[in-house]
């Protein structure tokens, strides 16, 4: 049942006047009068005063107005009368008594002091070279936009609404849609009294969207709450779009440690589809009414705002965040609406509240789901929301009469959601949809019930059949995926205060950027081998030299694929900058903590299966001990190739100013070509020594060991790769299933040659570490490594935390040095 006690009123003594305010004379303080939404307007609107960024101009009709309206035609009784039994789990209940209570708030909105009021603020509005101004109107609850509750989407707004007479009945709509059946749901499930509630409205000049572009910015990452970063997406035409899942929007991250620094560099971004663009037609039936229309080709195919207006949206998002922290007391993440006036004119911020979900996540647990998906195949693919694994049944849902029968557990599929489906959602084990980014309806609502949800994938509705057993997976980063059958997965939950401390820094081991915001929080002591040949080859995809060269490639074939990947850039460009974001997004992750990057590490047969890639490379016999590492970097086969990787790495440095990324040098044979490749790095602008980049080499070769004092006198640090060494040590092939059996570092030949290195680096005051998975399967491999005295283990995220139990164990039984 829901709560519906009678308000207190006061008697009906206010003029008119005091039923609107401009929106520069409220704030924060003002939300008992305003609503949350408009309050905030107003302190925004002194925050920004004078910024690149900044706020329309407006007026609030107040949530006096709504009271002293619905006392005069007392619709009070009839409301809790009405609202007094209400079963919000009878979907049917909730949709007539909800309708019967809009009437009654509409009916009641119908005050002639109240219309007269709105019309002389809207004329005032209007005054100067606009006189019928375009406007924009919106909901404003006093229960909206709290810390503990957003109300997101519950209540309506209306967009293009022009003259006097269609600004006041769009405020009366507004007014009744605190009643609308998501409304009514939402304060029953969160609590709130549905008659303490009022409604205010914000009335502000429109944005022309239309023909430029909108969008949403988190200063949180909305999957991982991964708090550094500003989180930013937009698409062409009003917001809406986006919102309600009609388009997949553009992505964009800023790193907001190295933004304060004074570093303007866009982290990360991702293209949408942008497919249609919602805008208000040419001949309107009413206030509310928008329609799509075709994005073109070349649109699609770039971002819908430069990289200036994606820093100057950050910058106004971080300086929202400080204000509204400081006000707080504690650190308050925003949830921000934008819009830019055209095509090319000013960026405003159309609102801004606390963000609510992600930030609300308990803090100091880490939590990893796995999933065991075998040879199930991969159905479809979209957006990840959250983290979460579920399995169930398809429902796929065309309208709103098709939820009668979605029952609890199954999977709902649609094109995209409505609000008004949000009971329906509340009992889906999952959400699929067709269209929409990670910041659409669906996601929202997924995210806030916890639940997992692929969004965008294209044709969900069609290649999902309904009944059809499916599972879907969020658990492998930035991409979900749906797969057929139920399929096993386990869920892990790591309370971090329970880990022990060691003296040995563990450290991570990662090559996916998609997984970087989630690792991070562990309490590692940082990347110990980012893996840059992950990067190139599967978020690339194109061989280094045939980005260098694409006209040496004989195929056009594959000479147009190259151009179409690099949409209008060049080939050499576009692999530079994603190179460069795919670093930074793990160095990001974990700033200020070291992230040491290893140099690309293909062999020939791998680097010959990217995109261009055996117009570059030589066919070997043994590319375990060929063209490989170090070797290649200063090679004429490979030294234009090599340029890019260095170019990528000083942006990632010098631009995005992630001064925390280290170098490694991988499978570096002699202590000549360890020199022939620092001399070449120092010509690309990474150069060793005071203000510059240290430089780590690989030991992994058994005369990086012998020659341990030649190698310190080069490079800054060493790091063990076991698994190469073990190999060589050995004489086994690793990539052999017939003599696996042998490969062993627990072999006691492999044990010795580790003592040696540890005790190598260690005697010329180098850093030593171990990046290979040995200390994380063996804990005698990690109690030999510990007596050694070696200074960081480096192991995937998933052997974190028993490896950091196993090195406390060890610790705990050898000397101290």
């Known amino acids: 049942m829901t709560q519906a006690s009678l308000p207190d009123r006061p008697a009906r003594s206010r003029s008119a006047d005091d039923y609107v305010l401009g929106l520069d004379e409220v704030g924060l303080g003002d939300i008992a009068a305003v609503g949350g939404k408009t309050a905030s307007l107003g302190e925004l609107r002194r925050l920004l005063r004078g910024r690149a960024v900044t706020t329309p101009d407006g007026f609030a009709v107040t949530a006096a107005a709504y009271r002293d309206a619905l006392t005069a035609a007392g619709a009070w009784p009839k409301l809790a009368r009405l609202l007094q039994d209400l079963d919000i789990d009878d979907v049917g209940q909730v949709a007539a008594k909800g309708a019967e209570a809009r009437a009654i708030v509409y009916q009641a909105t119908d005050d002639p002091r109240l219309g007269a009021a709105i019309a002389k603020a809207y004329r005032e509005l209007g005054a100067g070279a606009k006189a019928r101004p375009r406007v924009a109107v919106r909901s404003s609850a006093t229960a909206e936009d709290l810390p503990q509750a957003s109300f997101a989407g519950q209540h309506d707004s209306f967009l293009h609404v022009t003259g006097e007479a269609g600004v006041v009945e769009a405020c009366r709509r507004c007014f009744a849609s605190l009643f609308t059946d998501r409304a009514i749901v939402y304060r029953a499930r969160n609590g709130f009294d549905h008659l303490k509630v009022a409604l205010s409205v914000a009335v502000m000049r429109m944005v022309d969207a239309d023909r430029g572009a909108s969008g949403v910015a988190f200063t949180i990452d909305t999957e991982t709450a991964f708090p550094d970063v500003v989180f930013v997406t937009g698409a062409y035409g009003l917001g809406e779009g986006i919102v309600q899942g009609r388009v997949g929007p553009d992505e964009f991250y800023v790193h907001k440690p190295t933004w304060r620094a004074g570093y303007r560099a866009v982290l990360r971004r991702s293209l949408g589809s942008k497919e249609t663009r919602l805008i208000r037609p040419e001949t309107s039936s009413g206030p509310g009414v928008l329609q799509a229309r075709a994005v073109s080709r070349r649109d699609r195919e770039r971002f819908c705002i430069t990289d200036a207006e994606v820093l100057e949206l950050a910058g106004a998002a971080i300086a929202i965040e400080d204000h509204y922290s400081a006000r707080a007391g504690r650190w308050t993440p925003m949830d921000l609406e934008w819009a830019r006036d055209g095509g090319d004119g000013p960026l405003y911020i159309l609102q801004a509240r606390p963000e609510t979900v992600a930030s609300r ?93 692929v969004v965008g994938t294209g044709d969900g509705t069609r290649r999902l059949v309904a009944g059809q057993a499916v599972t879907v997976s969020c658990a492998g980063g930035e991409e979900g995926a749906v797969y057929a059958g139920r399929l096993p997965y386990a869920v892990d939950r790591l309370r971090l205060a329970d880990l022990p401390r060691t003296r040995t820094a563990i450290m991570l081991n990662l090559a996916q950027p998609d997984m970087a915001f989630q690792a991070a929080a562990l309490p590692a002591a940082g990347v110990g081998l980012a893996r840059m040949e992950f990067i190139i080859g599967e978020l690339i995809g194109i061989h280094p030299m045939a980005a260098a060269h694409p006209e040496r490639i004989a195929s056009g074939r594959v000479r147009r694929a ?12 576009c692999f530079v900058r994603q190179l460069a974001e795919g670093v930074g997004a793990i160095a990001a992750a974990f700033y200020p903590r070291p992230v040491i990057v290893r140099l690309s590490d293909f062999k020939t047969n791998e680097y010959a299966s990217l995109t261009g890639g055996s117009d570059f490379e030589p066919v070997e016999e043994n590319p375990m ?24 790495l000083a942006r990632v440095r010098d631009v995005m100013g992630l001064t925390n990324v280290r170098l490694m040098v991988p499978f570096c044979r002699r202590v000549e070509e360890g020199r022939q490749v620092l001399e070449t790095l120092a010509a690309h602008g990474l150069r060793q020594g005071p203000g510059g980049v240290e430089i780590y080499v690989m030991c992994e070769i058994p005369n990086n060991v012998i020659q341990i004092d030649a190698f310190a006198q080069l490079f800054d640090g060493f790091s063990i790769g076991s698994n190469d060494l073990t190999q060589l040590v050995l004489g086994v092939d690793r990539d052999s299933a017939e003599v696996a059996f042998d490969f062993d570092e627990r072999d006691p030949g492999v044990l010795e040659m580790l003592r040696q290195a540890v005790a190598g680096a260690r005697r010329n005051g180098r850093p030593v570490g171990i990046c290979g998975e040995a200390p994380a399967s063996y804990p005698e491999v990690a109690a030999a490594l510990v007596r050694a005295g070696i200074d960081s283990i480096s192991v995937n995220p998933g052997s974190f935390p028993r490896t950091v139990e196993a090195v406390a164990r060890a610790e705990g039984a050898a000397p101290t040095s």
Do not use: N
Not at 391 to 413: I, M
Not at 562 to 573: H, K, M, N, Q
């Open 361 to 453: 996540r308990p803090a100091g647990v880490y939590e990893v789901r796995t999933l065991d998906a075998g040879d199930a195949p991969v159905i479809v693919s979209g957006k990840a929301v959250g983290q979460g694994v579920a399995s169930g049944a398809v429902r796929t849902v065309a309208t709103a009469e098709d939820l009668a029968a979605f029952v609890p557990g199954e999977v709902l599929v649609a094109a995209t959601t409505s609000p008004d489906w949000l009971p329906a959602m509340r009992t889906a084990a999952a959400i699929v949809t067709d269209q929409g980014g990670r910041t659409c309806h669906a996601a929202i609502v997924a995210r806030e019930l916890g639940i997992p949800a």
């Open 562 to 573: 190259i151009a179409r990947w690099a949409l209008g850039e060049s080939p050499r460009a």
């Open 625 to 648: 001990l060929g063209f490989r590492g170090a070797a290649r970097y200063a090679h004429p086969l490979y030294a234009d190739g090599f340029a890019l990787e260095c170019e990528a």
